[in-house]
């Protein structure tokens, strides 16, 4: 194995969730307030799965096989509910990297803030949205990875 000595390489993702309030349209249970969901995807919806090779989200133990592992693009979970919770989202790497897992939390967002910063109500009934931008750093990656960092 031969690495990139003294070399580093970054890739951006965004990760986080929508929600949408359910206004008593069918969802799952009853108590169900919410639709949401949860992702883990590229800039610009860039196809992140050459470097990523599977990304598993360990939800609230409220839900049925809270760790829900994706395999392919999009890496995302589509639920609903009623409450929000820190979600876990361990991102595996192509195995050709040999980089460990990453660990991400996110907390999952359903309602907004009560204001909008002006001092008015931000309207009970709207999507909201958190996204993080963040950067995954390869240091001195394997050089076949490197590679494929290159060519993508
Ligand atoms: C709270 N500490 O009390 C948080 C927990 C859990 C939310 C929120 C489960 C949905 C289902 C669900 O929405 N859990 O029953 O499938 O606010």
Redesign the pocket.
Known sequence: IKRMKGLSLARPIIYGNSATPLNGKKG??A??THRWTISVRGVNNEDISYFVRKVAFKL?D???NPNRVIEKPPFEVT???????DIIIKIHFNPISGEKPLTLYHHLKLHPYEEDGLGNPWPKQKPVTSYQYDEIVFNEPIDSFYTILQEN
């Open positions: 799952g249970d108590d169900h609230h409220t839900y049925d639920e609903t509910g009623w409450g929000e919770f």
